[in-house]
T-cell receptor
Framework: QQQVKQSPQSLIVQKGGISIINCAYE??????FPWYQQFPGKGPALLIA?????SEKKEGRFTISFNKSAKQFSLHIMDSQPGDSATYFC????????????FGTGTLLAVQP | DADVTQTPRNRITKTGKRIMLECSQT?????MYWYRQDPGLGLQLIYY???????NKGEISDGYSVSRQAQAKFSLSLESAIPNQTALYFC?????????????????FGEGSRLTVL
């Protein structure tokens, strides 16, 4: 029940295309859903996040779509660029006292020029 | 200078050796974490500390120990390293995150320590 399932494991997209990464969860106590972006040789960094009281959040070319009833959320990268090539992790936070993040298994995105 | 600094960045050691990975931060955060990253497994929490006197086990604490020497320092030890502890290790810090508040508890990661156990 604590897991966050992420797919696909890897993704190849052409420059200008749309990249879509999906995540699913079971625990209805999760109250915050961030996406982290990790470039090679670096630590992950927060990219965008959403709370379950909204269905969509957009920041530039990055959009999170959130479906509370289906317990699913996804990251959409519009007009994908080679500089977006990175590993993306979805995560969910248990809103209890510990506020720990549970991470998905990651998606390696390659955007081809 | 990086806000979260990990040393060493790379280490190769042999089975049975004791290894310490160190983390220091200048963000002034009380909360510190150690994560392990393996291909296909994502980021798994090893230990976390919410202040100097508070240490908690994460999902995969067996074979590891930690020490919170100060608010800014949190070290991870492998008392007797084994090959399946070969991985990329990350230290992270955060402020407390609250469910409905503006503070999201964003994690700030170091650049990682790659450990190889032969």
């Amino acid at each position: 029940q604590q897991q966050v399932k992420q797919s696909p494991q890897s993704l190849i997209v052409q420059k200008g295309g749309i990249s879509i990464i999906n995540c699913a969860y079971e625990n209805t106590a999760f109250d915050y859903f961030p996406w982290y972006q990790q470039f090679p040789g670096k630590g992950p960094a927060l990219l965008i996040a959403i709370r379950p009281d909204v269905s969509e959040k957009k920041e530039g070319r990055f959009t999170i779509s959130f479906n509370k009833s289906a317990k699913q959320f996804s990251l959409h990268i519009m007009d994908s660029q080679p500089g977006d090539s990175a590993t993306y992790f979805c995560a969910a936070r248990n809103g209890g006292a510990t506020n720990k993040l549970i991470f998905g298994t990651g998606t390696l995105l390659a955007v081809q020029p | 200078d990086a806000d979260v600094t990990q040393t060493p960045r790379n280490r190769i050691t042999k089975t049975g050796k004791r290894i310490m990975l160190e983390c220091s931060q200048t963000k002034g955060h009380d909360r510190m974490y150690w994560y392990r990253q393996d291909p296909g497994l994502g980021l798994q929490l090893i230990y976390y500390s919410f202040d100097v006197k508070d240490i908690n086990k994460g999902e995969i604490s067996d074979g590891y120990s930690v020490s919170r020497q100060a608010q800014a320092k949190f070290s991870l030890s492998l008392e007797s390293a084994i090959p399946n502890q070969t991985a990329l290790y990350f230290c992270a810090t955060s402020e407390p995150g609250t469910g409905g508040g503006a503070n999201t508890g964003e994690l700030f990661f170091g650049e990682g320590s790659r450990l190889t156990v032969l």
